[in-house]
């Protein structure tokens, strides 16, 4: 699986687009990027997954350039309620094994 | 919405003594796992089920740790004697397959077990 690096750590206020970038330099060409969010006292949560170009749900989007060297995950318009450490995953959507998860980034939201 | 059975979800034991976890998955996820994450860290994998079958437990430490999911459903994870850096919190997950980063809705967590080893 393909290692990747994210900030440890970022701020925002309420109301604001935070966007969160993970490089993934030796990404394969069937390996996806999935991101999981994590509350202090639960298991992550999946939020987004992506190939390629954008993706978008009722939570996120994912921005992958063209390269897929690295992507982007922005909240529009976080909430107190996104304070959060979020993961950044790659790897192949087909393949059998298991999620490999880094430090993540911290995301902490102020009012 | 389906969610990952995790119990107890707090645990306290003291060194040397065996500690128990059970999980129980989404019902019809035939994949299996446990991870471990210690305060800090992002979750490592502990060990990996296909239906009752262990699939991956390469990172199990084998001379403390056991774990069993006898008829392909529930799981348990057993450590013992617990050690003080066994502390951490102790994550179980399912899905549908085996298929890397899953389907397009990826792993299920539980909220986990918090294990304080004194």
């Known amino acids: 699986l393909a290692k990747t690096t994210q900030p440890i750590s970022m701020d925002s206020y309420e109301g604001q687009e935070v966007n969160i970038t993970c490089s993934h330099n030796n990404i394969a060409t069937n390996d996806y990027i999935t991101w999981y969010q994590q509350f202090p006292s639960q298991g992550p949560r999946f939020i987004i997954q992506g190939y390629k170009t954008k993706v978008t749900n009722e939570v996120a989007s994912l921005f992958i350039p063209a390269d897929r060297k690295s992507s982007t995950l922005s909240l529009p318009r976080v909430s107190l309620s996104d304070t959060a450490v979020y993961y950044c995953l790659v790897g192949d959507k087909g393949s059998q094994g298991n999620l490999i998860f880094g430090k993540g980034t911290k995301l902490s939201v102020k009012p | ?118």
């Open chain 2, 1 to 118: 919405e389906a969610e990952v059975a995790q119990s107890p979800r707090y645990k306290i034991t003291e060194k040397s003594q065996a500690v128990a976890f059970w999980c129980d998955p989404i019902s019809g996820h035939a994949t299996l796992y446990w991870y471990r994450q210690i305060l800090g860290q992002g979750p490592e994998l502990l060990v990996q089920f296909q239906d009752e079958s262990v699939v991956d437990d390469s990172q199990l430490p084998k001379d403390r740790f056991s774990a069993e999911r006898l008829k392909g459903v529930d799981s348990t994870l057993k450590i013992q004697p617990a050690e003080l850096g066994d502390s951490a919190m102790y994550l179980c997950a399912s899905s549908l397959d085996q298929g890397g980063l899953g389907s397009d809705y990826g792993y299920t967590f539980g909220s986990g077990t918090r294990l304080t080893v004194v």
